[in-house]
Every structure is written in C-alpha cells, then in structure tokens.
C-alpha cells in the first residue's frame, strides 16, 4: 500500500527536501503541498492523505489552528498529523498535541527515521518516544486548566487499564509495558486500546495527555 503524504511549510526549501527524502521510498508518495494552513485544510479534503507533515509556526493560519480543523472534520478525520518543529521542546508542540496531532518530528530528523516514523503514523501508531513524554508534555500539561470531566472519564477505565495508562504516559512501549507487568505484549496493546475506546480519545498521544490532565500522572512522576 502506498501511503499519501501531504507537506505543509511555508518554506518551499523545506518542502522541496521532504519531498526529496520521501521519495527514496517507493512505499511514499507526496500527493500535495501547501504553504499555510488554510491551505493545507483545502488539500487535505481534496487528496485525502494518509499523514499531513504540518509546520507549526506559518504566516496566516498556523499548524495548531490547521491540526485541529482537519482532526475535526469528519471527511479528514482519518489524516494523522506530525507536527515539524525546530525544536523538540517548543512550548507550541504539546498545544499541537492537543489539538490531535499525533506526534511531531524536529526538522533535522535523519532520512531513514522520517521514512519509518511516516509509516508508522499511518499504520496508526503515534510519535510518542519517552524524551517526548518527559521535555513536552511532562514540562508544559501542568500549565494546562483540566477539563473537569476528566476524573469522571478515567473512572470508568479497570485497576489494569489505569496502570497501562501510568505506564504509557511514563513513556513505555508495548514490550516495556508487558515486561513490567509480567504480561504479552498483546495483552498490552489490548489494554490501551481498550482504554483509548473507553476514555473516547484519538490515539496513544491523546490517551498520555488526557493521563497529566486528570493527575493520574504530574509531570516529574
């Protein structure tokens, strides 16, 4: 399967050389190109992709307003967003997060990790590495006012479920998770989907934000 790539910059060098890296694989094509955000809402409802690279900081609409208008909208709700940045610890980067990006990448990535983290958005898995748990969402969620329906929500997830969702938030994989708790990495990944179903969140990223946000885990924890 081909995976659809759409780039969002407002700088076309940094375009043209994700176009350039991306086209290395044979698995990858960029079906479209936008300069701001408003334009890459347009795009993204006419090419359909299966990953948006969205620039956070561009004239007009930036890639926050973008994110979340795309995440939105029922006709590109399936698009996943990795949010370029130039540094991993712009305060930007956890409101991006927030507005359903599913991850983000620094602009130096290396060749083959942008490759492999473009792939593995579009087989649904999210950018979430434990450095992004600890410099992003562990430094800026506490500055965030917590939705008041948080405790109630987390409520309704088993003693299991709310331990695997510590553990995710802690920045642990699947494998690390089922290590720790002496069980199959399956049995890990059927727990955070679960959860995930239950807490009514996108993806891996929304379920570590939604776990600072209720004070399962602080920032530091």
Do not use: W
């Not at 759409?6 to 044979?26: E, I, N, P, T, Y």
């Amino acid at each position: 399967m081909t995976i659809k790539v759409l780039l969002v910059d407002d700088q076309a060098l940094v375009r043209a050389g994700f176009r350039s890296l991306l086209a290395r694989s044979r698995d990858i094509t960029v079906v479209g190109e936008a300069a701001d955000g408003a334009e890459a809402v347009r795009l993204a409802a006419s090419t359909r992709p299966d990953v948006i690279l969205m620039d956070i900081r561009m004239p007009g609409t930036d890639g926050i307003t973008a994110t979340r208008r795309i995440v939105a909208d029922p006709a590109t709700a399936g698009c996943r967003v990795v949010i370029l940045t130039t540094f991993d610890t712009d305060d930007h980067v956890f409101a991006a997060l927030r507005a359903g990006a599913s991850g983000f990448l620094t602009k130096e990535v290396e060749p083959t990790e942008l490759r492999r983290a473009v792939a593995a958005v579009a087989a649904g898995d999210a950018l979430l590495s434990p450095g992004v748990t600890r410099r992003v969402i562990g430094q800026f969620a506490h500055r965030q006012d917590l939705a008041p329906d948080t405790g109630r929500r987390m409520a309704t997830l088993t003693t299991r479920e709310l331990e695997v969702v510590r553990l995710v938030a802690r920045g642990l994989s699947n494998d690390q998770i089922a290590e720790r708790l002496v069980i199959s990495p399956l049995t890990a990944k059927t727990h955070i989907t679960r959860a995930i179903a239950k807490l009514e969140v996108r993806d891996r990223v929304q379920l570590v934000i939604l776990a600072y946000e209720s004070g399962l885990i602080r920032p530091g924890g």
